[in-house]
């Protein structure tokens, strides 16, 4: 029976991680989702209001998008550029 190795077990764990690390991808989406339906909503009753909705909508979904590219730097540097194999 082969042992696991320090290296492979860095390797597996951190790739476990950045999996882990893209489930950030998730609150993004739901919350986007629910910008744009009220937005659209709101376009709805207001279209006079049209041009300030949109822009507050894409204010918001711009500061929510950020957990979700967070949780991709993260993944990436635990695939790519992993700093804890230089720790062995």
């Given at each position: 029976?082969?042992?696991?190795?320090?290296?492979?077990?860095?390797?597996?764990?951190?790739?476990?991680?950045?999996?882990?690390?893209?489930?950030?991808?998730?609150?993004p989406?739901?919350?986007?989702?629910?910008?744009?339906?009220?937005?659209?909503?709101?376009?709805?009753?207001?279209?006079?209001?049209?041009?300030?909705?949109?822009?507050?909508?894409?204010?918001?979904?711009?500061?929510a998008?950020?957990?979700?590219?967070?949780?991709?730097?993260?993944?990436?540097?635990?695939?790519?550029?992993?700093?804890?194999?230089?720790?062995?």
């Amino acid at each position: 029976m082969e042992q696991i190795t320090g290296r492979a077990l860095i390797l597996a764990c951190s790739a476990v991680g950045a999996g882990l690390a893209m489930i950030a991808g998730i609150g993004p989406g739901i919350g986007q989702g629910y910008a744009a339906g009220k937005g659209a909503e709101a376009v709805g009753r207001q279209p006079e209001a049209q041009g300030d909705i949109i822009r507050t909508m894409l204010l918001g979904a711009a500061v929510a998008e950020t957990t979700g590219i967070y949780g991709l730097i993260i993944a990436l540097v635990l695939l790519f550029a992993n700093p804890l194999i230089g720790l062995l």
